[in-house]
Structures are given as structure tokens and as C-alpha cells.
């Protein structure tokens, strides 16, 4: 199933399909190793929901819900 | 003699070899982004020395960020003879995504595979032999903070530097590799240096690059519509990033050993795990904000405390040890003193006990030469030095904070409220240091990735009120409440500290809106893994803040505290004014008076419970005490009415012999000085504010001391103080009646007795005729202009474009502003209406103005 990495449970892993948004953001986030085929888990909401905190590339990354909203996730779910 | 670049990802430990290379003191910190310029050493164990520049912390050759420009310029336009690449190797994976970009580059590069001891802590190990086969460069095991292999690396990357190298791109396998070779081709016929790297931007479409090079776009676009690939189309960026991170996986999956596949490491339960256990704490949903808050609330108490948690109360006269020197220092009547209270007790114990001693060495050179040296350049410094001790404590504590890698989770955690106001949550630990001092907060916005937060973020720094400031509220509040008998003094504190974050907040959206627009920036950050801060490390960062502090203390801050002495201190005829404490004259005269003078002493001794001579016929009372106690009987005769006892004559006659002691040495001209005088030109532009032309002919009295803040704000309550003695001086002379000249004499003691200013402040109020919204807005003036001397210096080094002169006028502009709609509110309450309408139009205007005016980035 596609669903969006802003829309990620806690816990919730998958693999990235698309990294949409341009320019800038989204030049640094695949400077960040957010590029397809990497795989995100999603570790923990900020207190106040936002941002959020994933395992990617074996390192911690942070990014606000208006970044995740731009990253197409594969839940390898049906 | 060779430059070698230090280039590599932030948090990977550059700035720790660059330390154990050049034995320097940069600052080390576990947070992305600490080096923001570039940095210099010398390594000299080599046979010839290496000058060795620490880059801002990068993890790409992408320039979008400041740090990245910087990095890129250098190792592009500089010619290094050597690039070593630091790596750190316990996330492989992200950080060879610098290094497959720096080997397309025509400059020797030497990989140094850091904190090799944490992996091998944690039960694994890297073949650094077929990881230089891959990179096709030389690659060395260090451990930087152990200082371990670090000359080894230093050989390699000599021997490299001596040796060219040809730049190739691990993009060799992939379909685009015919195109970067075309460009790379292009690039040569027009003899660009590093040919293959501009190909590979080319071929991203690298906005620089684009820009630089219009003439050769065309042959990717001819590429592009013949183009497809099946996941990412002809996106060409996508597939060049993809293609990296592919290499890398592919080629480096066994490169690192360990007991778990690295597919898996994800999930494994490796050194992850502890950090995990820690962020589970600090950053839970509901936990998180209270503990951060705690935690806090913790640094100031232990830094600024006078009554450390709350153990006031098991202090008693009778308690252990109760000497001199632990009494004051230690802990006082209230309570024991915090860390901070007591370093810096113990140091202007020292400074006091310097400028006692320099004093009597100078007491029989001209009094303008004292003057000059002690009043002048030693009060001067010390005043400044005297804040260092806390200073320096607030630094160790928020140092902790970051080099634990706590700070990039306050940003995490703060992020979402400062997302509001146009500012990242990067911008909430220097505002917050704001309260303690301005200058460690103002160089702790390095931490912010863009130039136009950072400006806004420093800008409003001093409205929350530091420590220094904190005398000016409670003398203040304490002269209005005794004085005009309303409020309650530490409901007025509190409020004036709103006041400063109210407004921090304000300019802050007014400038995100208007001068410092912007999108907010993006906030896309790396949470390093938690780790033991290492003692080493936080001293060098200690004594770098020290040498820097102490060097401005000695340039800039000298400078501008002799020019306000010398202000201060002449006329404008330079005539020198001499300095005196009156109430040392004042116990002095009476001292001589009640032993010398035998019906002075009759009537002392007619007072029984005075006790004012022990039996051999000493005298054991101060002119304080007696005045107490005159006070006291006076009270006893009749309440408001005034009536000679038998205390009257002597304090008559001490009065007398103080008149004659300062018409001698015309202790009273302070009004004359040259200070005064501008201070009394200035009045008019204070009308607004209440403290200008409509108070009375020492309304000059409220300008001046603001100005002397400007060396320590501590100054202002302490220039009051002065002042309004000297003005309580012209009273005394215009005394007629006994009553008066008591009264006038009581007045001018009783400034010079209270520590805290209040009395000072009273004086001032009964003399100038101020109202409280007159009053309040001085404080808020105070709270909001042009902070100190030192933190302007470090304003103008921190502000990304090093220029102060638009932050100054920001300064003055909003202190005027605000003070004067706080007193014209305050006594014209009609006057709202105004400001309303002006900030509705303002707000409307900056409104429609930015709808037509979009943001292009």
C-alpha cells in the first residue's frame, strides 16, 4: 500500500517509493538519504505531533509533517 | 608550505581532529553546524608544516546552505593540496555520500575512517583495506578524541599531496554515464578546473551550475527528451542522488562485520539502543516539555540562585563556621549562594580587594590620576569581568547541553510553537539564554542555518531581560511601590519581563514580515546519538569563550568605559570633578564630632539605651545607628512633627561641618559634568517617554544613567545612586529651617545606605516629579535600547553580515517607540486609541503589501 510518511503510525516501516516537493527541500532531503528504495521507520512524534523522527541509513533524521508530506511510502502491506 | 581541507559530515568529529592536529581551540559540539567559518592550525610534525582548515560540517556539495558554500568555494576555488575526508564510522551509509562526490574532484582526497573505537566497542570491524580498494583513495582508522592514528593519516595524506590525482565518478556504471562524459568533455574544451564535477552538477541541473554555464545546458535537455528510466522518469537530480546511495549499499554492505546483517541493522539492538532509552524519557509525549523545563529552570537556579534550593531556612547565626569570609560569599542571611553567586562573589572580592590596594598606592599622585585608574579603567573592566564567572557557567552548562546532543532535541521538541513566528525551533535555546546573558545566546545562534533567522533571532535577544538588568526592575518597582504607595513590586517585575517577551515575539513577526522575509526555513536535521560530553573538550570550549571575553573586555569595552568616565568626571571646562562617598564623609565628620567635642559627647552619653561609648570610652556607634535611633524618638514626641531633642544639635553640627567639607572640594558638581550636560540637551527626546522635559531641572538624571548602562547595565541603579546624591546634595544647600537640613542630611544617607537601589530610586521620584507610567517606561526603555558595550561587540561578530549599525538603530527604535506608548497609554489612557489604529493600518499595509509581493526562492 502507497501512503504518505506524514501519514505513518509510530513503529510503521516501508520503503520510499517518490520524494516529491522541489529545489531546495528536496535537494536536502536526498542529500539526507531520503531517496527511493531507502527504508524509514518512524520512530517518534515531537510532543505537540510535529515534527516527526525516522530511522533512515542507519541514522536518526528529523523533518517537519510538511516535509514528510512529500514522501511516498511502500507499507509492503496489502 | 600545503593546505589540507578537513571536509566532512557535521557531528563526524572534524572539529576534534582539528583540534588534536593543531593542539587549537575551536569549539567542538555535538550539533549539526557548529563551525560556521572556517577555521585555521598548523600541523608541525611533518617535514614541512601543513596548514590544516577545519570546513563547516557538510553532507553534500549541494550549496544551499551557508556552511555548504563555504565548504564548496574552498575545496573548489582553493586548490587544497589535500582533501581528508573525515568519515565517521559508525553510519557509513550517509557519510560515503560526501565522499563519492569529493572523488570528483581533481584533489588528492584521504579518507580517515573516525571513531573506529566505538565500532569496535560495539563488537564490529571495518576492512579498511577493501574500502581503499573501492574509493580507490587512501583510507585511515582513527580514533580523533583518543588522538589515536591521527599522525598516520598525516603521513598518508602527505604522501598523497605530493602525487596527482584524476577525479572519477562512481556514476561509471550507470546510463548516464555517457552523458556526464559528454559534459565533462564540454567542460574540458573551455578549460573549466575540475571538469567532472561541473559535469555531474550539470547533469543534476545544479542551480549554480546552471546559471554559470547556460551555453552547455543544452546538451542535457537534448539528453533528456531521448530519456527515460522506469522509477524516476528524466529526473535527473533523483536518479544522480539514487544512484550514489545505490553504489554505496552495494559495494560497502560488507565492508562492515558484524554478528548482524546489515540489512537488518535497522532494527538490531546495537548502540542505538541506549540512546533510544534515553530519548524515550527526554522526549515523551508527555514528559518531554516538563523535564525540559526542569532541566532549565536547573542551569539558572544553579548559575544565578542567591537562595539555592531553597535551604534559607537551615541557615541560622548559630550555624557551623560562621566566619567572615564564608558569610557573603557562601550563603548569606537569606540563604547559600548558587555556584555562579559564589565565583562571582569570590571574584569581586578580588577585584574590590585590587582596586583597595591600587587606591592607597595612587593616593598621593593627582586625584584625576586615581580618578582615571581606579573610578575609570579598573571599575570599568570589572564591572565587565564581573559577570564572567556566570557567563562562563551558563557556557558549561549549554555546552553540556549540545556536546550530549540534548540541544538538537530541544530544537525537535520546540520546533512546532516557533514554526508560528516565521523561526525555527533551533531559535528557542539562544532566546532562552537571553535571560541569563546576552552574549553566550547571541553566539549560540550559530546553530542557525539561515542568515535571515539568524539577524531576527539576534536582534531580539536583549529584550529578554538578562541578569544585569534584573537591578534596574527591582529598584524601580521598589521606588513605586514605597513611593507612590500602589502595586506590589514583584507583580511589576514580572510583567516588565512579559513586556521584553512580548515584544521579542512582535519584532520578531514584524521583521519575518517585512525586512527578514522568508519561508521558514526547512527543518530537516540529523538527532546525533546521545554521548558522554568529554571533559577535555568542554574546557578548550571554555577557555576559547574566555580568551574571546577577555579580549573584548580589554579592547572595545575599556575603550568605551574610559570615554563615559571621562564624561562623567569633567566639566565642560575640564575642571576634574572629585568622586566621594558622602556618607564616608558623613560617618567620618560625625566620628570626630562625638569623640572630640565634649558636649557632643555629653549628649551622646545622656542617651542611655544608645550605648554609645563601651567603659574604656570608646565610641561604638555609627552615624547609621544614631539616626536610627533619632528617628526612633523623634517618632516617640510626636508623629510628622518635628522637635528638638537632645540628638539635634549633634546632628546639626555633623551637617554643618559636611556642608563645609563638600564646598571645599566641590564634591557636588557632578551636575556639571560634561555627561550632565549632554543629558540636559537631551531631555526633550525623552518627552515622549516621561522622562524628558516635563520633569523638573534633574530630570537629566534618568538620560544619563541609561547611557552609563551601556557599559553594564548594572550601572543605571549604580549611576542613580550617584546622581541622585548629588542632586540630594543641592537640597542640602538649599536647606533653611533645622527640620530641612535634617531631613535633606537623613535623605542623602539613607541613598548611599540601601544596596538594591530603592531609596535611590525614591529620592529620584520626590526630586524629578516622574510618574509611574513615566517610570515604567524607563524600565522598558532600559529593558529594550542598545544592550551593553560587550554584547554589541559580539552582536556585530555573530550577525551574518557583520554589520551593526541597522541592529543599533532596531534597537533604539523599538525602546523609543515602546516606552512611549507605554507612558502615553499610561497617563493619556485616550492615546490607545491612536496606537490601535496606527498598528491596524501598519498590519493591514504589511499585510496587502506581502500578498502582492510574494517570496521567491
Known amino acids: 500500500m502507497i501512503i504518505l510518511l506524514k501519514d505513518f503510525k509510530i513503529g510503521q516501516e516501508g520503503v520510499i517509493v517518490a520524494v516529491g516537493g522541489e529545489g531546495r527541500v528536496r535537494r536536502r532531503l536526498f542529500d539526507m538519504g531520503v531517496t527511493p528504495g531507502a527504508k524509514v521507520i518512524l520512530k517518534k512524534k515531537a510532543p505537540l505531533g510535529d515534527p516527526i523522527e525516522v530511522t533512515i541509513r542507519g541514522y536518526e533524521l528529523t523533518l517537519r509533517k510538511d516535509e514528510a508530506e512529500l514522501i511516498s511510502m511502500d507499507t509492503k502491506e496489502d | ?196 564535477f561541473h559535469a555531474v552538477k550539470l547533469v543534476e541541473l545544479d542551480e549554480l551550475e546552471t546559471k554559470d554555464h547556460p551555453e552547455l545546458v543544452h546538451i542535457v535537455e537534448e539528453f533528456k527528451s531521448t530519456f527515460k528510466d522506469e522509477v524516476f522518469g528524466s529526473d535527473f537530480e533523483a536518479i544522480v542522488a539514487d544512484s550514489r546511495y545505490k ?44 523535564i525540559f523545563l526542569v532541566i532549565l529552570f536547573l542551569i539558572f537556579h544553579l548559575t544565578f540562585s542567591e537562595n539555592i534550593f531553597w535551604l534559607g531556612k537551615l541557615i541560622n547565626s548559630d550555624s557551623f563556621a560562621n566566619s567572615e569570609f564564608f558569610a557573603g560569599t557562601i550563603w548569606h542571611e537569606g540563604g547559600i549562594n548558587s555556584p555562579g ?83 525555527s525551533g533551533r531559535a528557542f535555546m539562544p532566546m532562552i539564554m537571553g535571560f541569563g546573558c546576552s552574549i553566550p545566546a547571541m553566539i549560540n545562534t550559530r546553530t542557525l542555518a539561515d542568515d535571515k533567522e539568524r539577524t531576527a533571532t539576534i536582534r531580539v535577544i536583549p529584550f529578554f531581560s538578562c541578569g544585569a538588568k534584573l537591578p534596574i526592575l527591582t529598584a524601580i518597582a521598589g521606588g513605586i511601590v514605597t513611593y507612590f504607595g500602589v502595586g506590589n513590586a514583584d507583580v511589576i517585575t514580572y510583567s516588565m519581563y512579559l513586556l521584553g517577551v512580548t515584544i521579542a515575539v512582535v519584532s520578531v513577526l514584524l521583521m519575518r514580515n517585512t525586512s527578514m522575509r522568508g519561508k521558514v526555513p526547512p527543518f530537516i536535521m540529523e538527532l546525533p546519538q546521545y554521548r558522554m560530553p568529554g571533559f577535555k573538550p568542554l574546557m578548550l570550549h571554555l577557555w576559547d569563550k574566555l580568551k574571546h571575553f577577555i579580549k573584548k573586555a580589554f579592547t572595545i569595552i575599556l575603550a568605551s568605559t574610559i570615554v563615559i568616565w571621562f564624561l562623567q568626571s569633567f566639566t565642560a571646562n575640564l575642571r576634574y570633578i572629585e568622586q566621594a562617598d558622602p556618607n564616608e564623609i558623613a560617618d567620618t565628620e560625625f566620628e570626630d564630632l562625638a569623640t572630640e567635642n565634649e558636649t557632643y559627647k555629653n549628649a551622646l552619653l545622656s542617651e542611655e539605651d544608645l550605648e554609645a561609648f563601651d567603659d574604656s570610652g570608646e565610641l561604638q556607634v555609627s552615624f547609621s545607628d544614631v539616626m536610627t535611633y533619632y528617628d526612633e524618638i523623634e517618632d516617640e514626641i510626636e508623629q510628622g512633627a518635628f522637635k528638638e531633642n537632645v540628638l539635634t544639635p549633634v546632628l546639626l553640627a555633623s551637617y ?56 553594564a547595565k548594572e550601572n543605571v541603579i549604580a549611576t542613580f545612586q550617584v546622581l541622585s546624591q548629588a542632586s540630594s546634595k543641592v537640597e542640602i544647600e538649599e536647606a533653611n529651617t533645622d527640620e530641612e537640613k535634617i531631613n535633606a542630611y537623613i535623605t542623602l544617607y539613607n541613598i ?106
Not at chain 2, 249 to 275: G, H, L, M, R, W
Not at chain 2, 658 to 683: C, M, P, R, W
Open chain 2, 1 to 196: 608550505m600545503l593546505n589540507f581541507a578537513l571536509a566532512g559530515n557535521p557531528n563526524s568529529g572534524k572539529t576534534t581532529l582539528f583540534n588534536a592536529l593543531t593542539g587549537s581551540t575551536a569549539h567542538v559540539g555535538n550539533w549539526p553546524g557548529v563551525t560556521v567559518d572556517k577555521k585555521e592550525g598548523v600541523y608541525k610534525k611533518l617535514d614541512e608544516n601543513v596548514n590544516i582548515i577545519d570546513l563547516p560540517g557538510i553532507y553534500s556539495l549541494s550549496p544551499y546552505t551557508p556552511e555548504e558554500v563555504i565548504s564548496r568555494n574552498y575545496i573548489l576555488d582553493e586548490n587544497p593540496d589535500c582533501i581528508i575526508n573525515i568519515v565517521d564510522a559508525t553510519n557509513l551509509e550517509r557519510n560515503l555520500y560526501l565522499t563519492t562526490q569529493l572523488l570528483e574532484i581533481d584533489v588528492p582526497v584521504v579518507v580517515a575512517l573516525n571513531m573506529i573505537d566505538v565500532v569496535e566497542k560495539n563488537n564490529e570491524s571495518i576492512d579498511a583495506k577493501t574500502l581503499e580498494m573501492k574509493l580507490g583513495v587512501p583510507v585511515v582508522s582513527i580514533s580523533a578524541l583518543k588522538e589515536n592514528n591521527v599522525d598516520e593519516l598525516m603521513k598518508k595524506g602527505y604522501e598523497a599531496a605530493k602525487s596527482k590525482r584524476k577525479a572519477h565518478t562512481i556514476l561509471e556504471d550507470t546510463n548516464l554515464f555517457h552523458l556526464v562524459n559528454d559534459c565533462r568533455i564540454a567542460f574540458e574544451a573551455i578549460k573549466v578546473n575540475n571538469p567532472l
Open chain 2, 341 to 423: 553567586v559564589i565565583l562571582q562573589s569570590l571574584l569581586i572580592g578580588a577585584t574590590d580587594f585590587l582596586s583597595s590596594v591600587v587606591a592607597s598606592w595612587l593616593s598621593s599622585s593627582a586625584s584625576w590620576v586615581s580618578g582615571l585608574i581606579v573610578d575609570g579603567i579598573l571599575a570599568g573592566i570589572f564591572a565587565v569581568l564581573s559577570f564572567l564567572p556566570q557567563i562562563l557557567l551558563l557556557f558549561l552548562f549549554f555546552s553540556i547541553l549540545e556536546d550530549s546532543g540534548y540541544m538538537a532535541r530541544i530544537a525537535f521538541i520546540m520546533d512546532r510553537i516557533f514554526r508560528r513566528f516565521g523561526l
Open chain 2, 247 to 290: 553504489f554505496i549499499s552495494k559495494e560497502f554492505a560488507n565492508v562492515k562485520k558484524t554478528t548482524v546483517a546489515d540489512e537488518e541493522k535497522v532494527n538490531s539492538v546495537d548502540s542505538y539502543s541506549k540512546s533510544d532509552k534515553i530519548d524515550k524519557v527526554l522526549t515523551n509525549k508527555w514528559a518531554g516539555i516538563p
Open chain 2, 656 to 711: 554643618d561641618s559636611y556642608v563645609e567639607e563638600i564646598n571645599d572640594k566641590d564634591y557636588k558638581d557632578q551636575n556639571d559634568s560634561i555627561l550632565a550636560h549632554f543629558g540636559t540637551a537631551l531631555t526633550p527626546f525623552f518627552t515622549p517617554m516621561g522622562f524628558g522635559s516635563q520633569l523638573s531641572e534633574s530630570g537629566w538624571i534618568f538620560p544619563v544613567s541609561a547611557a552609563t548602562g551601556l557599559i
Open chain 2, 752 to 857: 548611599g545606605l540601601d544596596e538594591d537601589g530603592v531609596n535611590a530610586a525614591q529620592a529620584t521620584i520626590s526630586s524629578t516629579g516622574v510618574n509611574i507610567a513615566g517610570l515604567i517606561a524607563f524600565i522598558a526603555f532600559n529593558m529594550l535600547t542598545i544592550p551593553c558595550f560587550a554584547a554589541v561587540a559580539t552582536a556585530k561578530a555573530e550577525l551574518p553580515d557583520k554589520k551593526i549599525g541597522k541592529t543599533l538603530v532596531f534597537w533604539l527604535l523599538t525602546s523609543y517607540v515602546v516606552s512611549s506608548m507605554v507612558y502615553l497609554i499610561g497617563t493619556y489612557v485616550w492615546t490607545i486609541a491612536i496606537f490601535a489604529s496606527l498598528l491596524a493600518a501598519a498590519i493591514t499595509f504589511i499585510v496587502i503589501y506581502n500578498k502582492n509581493h510574494p517570496v521567491y526562492e
